[in-house]
């Protein structure tokens, strides 16, 4: 099992920044990578990044240049600095783990609320 916990959302006005953070615990695997998803009203969840712990980053065309991923291996915490925020933005933010060695699963965290106010 490993557990996800994550922090940082809130309410911030159009242009803002915000950081989020992720910490995992439990039975974690070196074979994984971790990023962040999230799910507005009505939509569809959305892939926003990932990274690996070699430090490889992947960022949805939206986000890239805005977002920024990255990991700390040793505390098992991955980040997410959001700049330039705007009322799209706004949508609950959930973290990922996902592990492929020795086997694949997923977990997930319960989320945190973005919310970018005009």
């Known amino acids: 099992q490993v557990q996800l916990v994550e922090s940082g959302g809130g309410l911030v006005q159009t242009g803002g920044s915000l950081r989020l953070s992720c910490a995992a615990s439990g039975r974690i695997s070196r074979f994984n990578f971790m990023g962040w998803y999230r799910q507005a009203t009505g939509k569809e969840r959305e892939v926003v990044a990932t990274c690996t712990r070699a430090g490889s980053t992947i960022y949805a065309d939206s986000m890239e240049g805005r977002f920024t991923i990255s990991k700390d291996n040793a505390e098992n915490t991955v980040y997410l600095q959001m700049n330039s925020l705007q009322p799209e933005d706004t949508a609950i933010y959930y973290c990922?783990?996902?592990?492929?060695?020795?086997?694949?699963?997923?977990?997930w965290g319960k989320g945190t609320l973005v919310t970018v106010s005009t």
């Open positions: 990922n783990y996902h592990q492929f060695l020795p086997y694949i699963i997923d977990y």
